[in-house]
């Protein structure tokens, strides 16, 4: 178990200078298409694994708060704050650390109709609503201080 990627970081790896992560649903269709790594239309565990990959950065298949916000802070400043908010609801059992245990939860989160793939609606649906749990972190301006 290796993963844990990048699902914040494709959010921005599609450009997007100011971060209006609106239309939500375009945003969670390019990142569908950029998790949906064999292109076959499904989102899988597997894919999960591999796109999670990328913040574990001391490579021992577990990734901490400080990976994964340190990777997004590095990459997409602007998405701090939601990237904490985000790590929140990965970590399901709150222990500081995503796990196998953890990705398989948000997968099955995702995984809408339970067919052990999350189609590209399915996606939509979760991120979507992400996005607009979150509103508050993301987008529109700063925050202030
Ligand atoms: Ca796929
Ligand atoms: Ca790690
Ligand atoms: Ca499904």
Known sequence: ?????????????????????????????????????????????D??????TIYDTDHDGRVTRH??????NLHTPTLHDLSHALYDDYDVDHDHHLDEHDFQN?????????DNRVSALEWEQYWVSQFIKYE???GHGHMGG
């Open 106 to 114: 948000l997968f099955n989160v995702m995984d809408a109709d339970k």
């Open 47 to 52: 894919e999960m694994h591999s796109s999670f």
């Open 136 to 138: 508050h972190l993301h």
């Open 1 to 45: 178990m290796q993963y844990l990627a990048a699902i914040v970081a494709f959010i921005c790896w599609q450009g997007c200078q100011g971060i209006d992560l609106r239309p939500y649903n375009v945003t969670a269709l390019s990142m569908f298409v950029n998790n949906d790594l064999n292109q076959d239309g499904f989102f899988t565990l």
């Open 67 to 72: 990976e994964y916000t340190s990777y997004v």
